[in-house]
């Protein structure tokens, strides 16, 4: 069972804000990096929220609910729910969560290429509601 939190407008838009904050961020870090691979971890870590963000956007439009807890693999089967490919980005990023952010091995390029084109599809998904 998906433990979710009714949302309304006001929780889509703060949540929305919060995507579109971390997404820039993002963008901002790795266009001023000397080399992206200097800021991978921060990079996908921003994206990760990102991304998160952007999926409680997407089920609070379509279901009136986001995901709610630590659990992040309930955030993407309710996600599914909405858009199953989108849910594939958001799994994408959740796997590299505690890699980028709480390990001792840095994020590789590819790991940067993969959390930058989940990020962007679902920033984009979320403009879309």
């Not at 992206?36 to 952007?54: M, S």
């Amino acid at each position: 069972m998906v433990r979710t939190r009714p949302c309304d407008s006001h929780v889509r838009a703060g949540r929305r804000t919060k995507a579109e904050q971390f997404a820039d961020a993002f963008n901002t870090v790795w266009e001023y990096a000397d080399e992206p691979g200097d800021v991978a971890d921060v990079c996908v870590t921003l994206a990760v929220h990102a991304g998160i963000a952007a999926s409680d956007v997407l089920t609070c439009a379509r279901l009136g609910v986001h995901a709610r807890g630590d659990n992040h693999g309930e955030a993407v089967a309710l996600l599914r729910q909405v858009d199953p490919a989108l849910a594939t980005h958001l799994a994408a990023l959740l796997e590299m969560k505690s890699k980028a952010g709480y390990g001792h091995a840095p994020a590789t390029a590819t790991d940067l290429k993969r959390a930058k084109r989940a990020m962007d599809a679902l920033v984009i998904g979320q403009r879309l509601v």
